[in-house]
């Protein structure tokens, strides 16, 4: 494969560079959310998104027919990295997730109602598939959906836990079983649900990294039968596609490599006990480390990128190898900075007396986050030991 990015491709990253910088606002851009700006509700947040979407960006790779630009994927490769690396909001999960669910799987009604809205980012979602007894196996959810055919629709019961944004999103995008006898994968239906109906309710949960995470219950919700998407107990398949997508997407390279030059740079100039850094053979052989390991977790992304652009079934094999490598050596990295800091790298981050201004301990509490999102590393290890390497499941 190439490791190479074409003139057309360099110049289009120079354009996202260049809108960054003129759009550049540190209440919108910050590094040190680590990846998570994604997740912050504001004015200036959704009006930057709103930029993004009269770019044309949102939907580069959509089918013209709605509304995309039917653009390779290296491109939204290209600008979702270019955003994370000045900690920006990414083009998120309306533009990923849901919407290309919907263009592959969801009914006229659906994409006419969503897909326009999602293009100028006028509609937020929240995604509901883990549950308190399922954790990342989105196989194993319980949550119950009966169908009621006096009213034309279903009726959830349950519980969902971690649902990103559903303390501020419009929508919830919800796998529930509605078909509890059949075997698990094939029992699960997908729907479309506004936040404010009856019967929901959101209970934030703060969490290690200073972010917000949600409890959702469902109390004898309903949803009319036209907002399930695409075919009855296909659920689990649907969300299968996307889970390749968002393991990739959301937990970009750009933000690590970024982290990465901050150890690298404090190295080269800090001292111990009178001695520079960098000249400790320990400290040196600790950077040589992260630093070919940030090459692999680079690589990796690169080849999933190459696979899936070369068509055929989706790349989960290596959606799942490249999760697990970066998300792993992004808290190695963690560690690691916070190590070599010393006792001050337990500074909070913004303290500017500190090494890396504090850096090293707000990523010390981010990176575990990373690791379970997305499906956790014990899931990606069985995807890839049962899928790619062909091993038994009880193995």
Same mark, same amino acid.
């Given at each position: 494969m190439n490791f190479e990015f074409s003139e057309k491709q360099q110049a289009f990253l120079k354009e996202?560079?260049?809108f960054i910088e003129v759009h550049r606002d540190p209440e919108v851009m910050d590094v040190t959310r680590e990846n998570m700006a994604q997740l912050v509700d504001t004015p200036k947040r959704r009006a930057f998104m709103k930029k993004l979407g009269e770019q044309g960006w949102l939907g580069m790779t959509w089918p013209k027919e709605y509304g995309g630009g039917e653009g390779e994927g290296v491109y939204e490769f290209l600008l979702n990295e270019a955003l994370a690396r000045v900690g920006a909001? =990414?083009?998120?999960?309306?533009? !990923?997730?849901?919407?290309?669910? *919907?263009? @592959?799987?969801?009914?006229?009604?659906?994409?006419?109602?969503?897909?326009?809205?999602? *293009?100028?980012?006028?509609? +937020?979602?929240?995604?509901?598939?883990s549950e308190p007894q399922a954790g990342s196996d989105a196989a194993a959810m319980q949550l119950k959906a009966e169908y009621d055919p006096a009213r034309k629709g279903w009726v959830l019961n349950g519980q969902k836990i971690f649902t990103?944004?559903?303390?501020?999103?419009?929508?919830?995008?919800?796998?529930?079983?509605?078909?509890?006898? =059949?075997?698990?994968?094939k029992g699960i239906s997908l729907f479309l649900m506004r936040m404010? =109906?009856? !019967?929901? +309710?959101? =209970?934030?949960?703060?969490?290690?990294?200073?972010?917000?995470?949600?409890?959702?219950?469902?109390?004898?919700?309903?949803?009319? +039968?036209?907002?399930?998407?695409?075919? @009855?107990g296909k659920g689990f398949q649907y969300i299968s596609e996307a889970l390749d997508l968002e393991r990739f997407t959301m937990f970009t390279y750009a933000p690590i490599e970024q982290r990465l030059e901050v150890l690298q740079a404090y190295v080269r100039s800090a001292e111990r006990d009178g001695e520079?850094?960098?000249?400790?053979?320990?400290?040196?052989?600790?950077i040589a480390q992260l630093t070919a390991q940030a090459e692999a977790a680079r690589c990796l992304g690169l080849r999933f990128l190459s696979t899936s652009m070369a068509g055929g079934a989706a790349p989960t094999v290596q959606s799942s190898q490249y999760k697990l490598f970066a998300t792993e050596f992004s808290k190695r990295l963690a560690n690691e900075?916070?190590?070599?800091?010393?006792?001050?790298?337990?500074?909070?981050?913004?303290?500017?007396?500190?090494?890396?201004? !504090?850096?090293?301990?707000?990523?010390?509490?981010?990176?575990?986050?990373?690791t379970v999102g997305g499906g956790a590393s014990e899931i990606q290890k069985n995807i890839i030991a049962r899928r790619g390497l062909g091993l038994p499941k009880n193995f």
């Open positions: 996202v560079q260049d909001p =990414q083009i998120g999960k309306g533009v !990923g997730i849901i919407g290309k669910t *919907l263009i @592959r799987h969801g009914s006229e009604k659906l994409k006419r109602e969503f897909l326009p809205k999602i *293009l100028v980012n006028d509609v +937020e979602f929240a995604v509901g598939y990103t944004s559903a303390h501020f999103a419009d929508w919830n995008w919800v796998g529930a079983r509605t078909d509890p006898d =059949q075997p698990k994968h404010d =109906q009856p !019967g929901l +309710e959101v =209970q934030r949960m703060p969490t290690l990294g200073d972010e917000i995470t949600n409890q959702v219950f469902f109390n004898d919700c309903f949803v009319d +039968e036209e907002y399930m998407v695409g075919e @009855r520079p850094l960098k000249d400790d053979p320990i400290i040196r052989s600790k900075s916070v190590n070599i800091a010393g006792p001050g790298g337990q500074l909070r981050v913004h303290t500017e007396e500190g090494p890396m201004a !504090g850096r090293s301990e707000m990523t010390y509490r981010y990176t575990v986050i990373d």
